[in-house]
C-alpha cells in the first residue's frame, strides 16, 4: 500500500453514497412512473459505482493498481453508455391527478 491509500479509499467512498443515492432515487423514479429513460439512468449510475468499488477493491486488497484502473474504466465507460442512451429513450408521458374531496 502507498501513502493515496487513504485517499483512494474516502474518495471511492464518496463515490459510493454520492453515485448510490442518485441510483437509488433513479430507481424509485422508474418504479414510479415506469420510464425506459429512468431505469437506464439508474442502470448507468449503478455501473460507475460498481466500478468505483471494484476498483477500490482490486487496489487496496489485491494490490494491483492497473486490474483497479481497468475495472473502474471499464465500468464507467459502461456507466455513461447507458447514460447516452438514457437521453435518446423514448418515455411516455403520465399526468397525475389528485382529487380532493370536499365533504
Do not use: K, P, W
Amino acid at each position: 500500500m502507498n501513502e493515496y491509500t487513504l485517499l483512494i479509499a474516502v474518495t471511492n467512498t464518496a463515490t459510493l453514497l454520492t453515485g448510490g443515492a442518485v441510483a437509488l432515487l433513479a430507481y424509485r423514479a422508474f418504479r414510479r412512473t415506469g420510464s425506459r429513460a429512468l431505469r437506464a439512468v439508474a442502470i448507468g449510475f449503478g455501473f460507475i459505482v460498481a466500478g468505483s468499488v471494484g476498483g477500490a477493491i482490486a487496489h487496496l486488497f489485491a494490490g494491483n493498481v492497473a486490474l483497479g484502473v481497468t475495472i473502474q474504466s471499464a465500468c464507467t465507460a459502461g456507466g455513461f453508455a447507458f447514460l447516452l442512451y438514457s437521453l435518446y429513450a423514448e418515455t411516455e408521458m403520465t399526468t397525475t391527478v389528485t382529487l380532493q374531496r370536499s365533504d
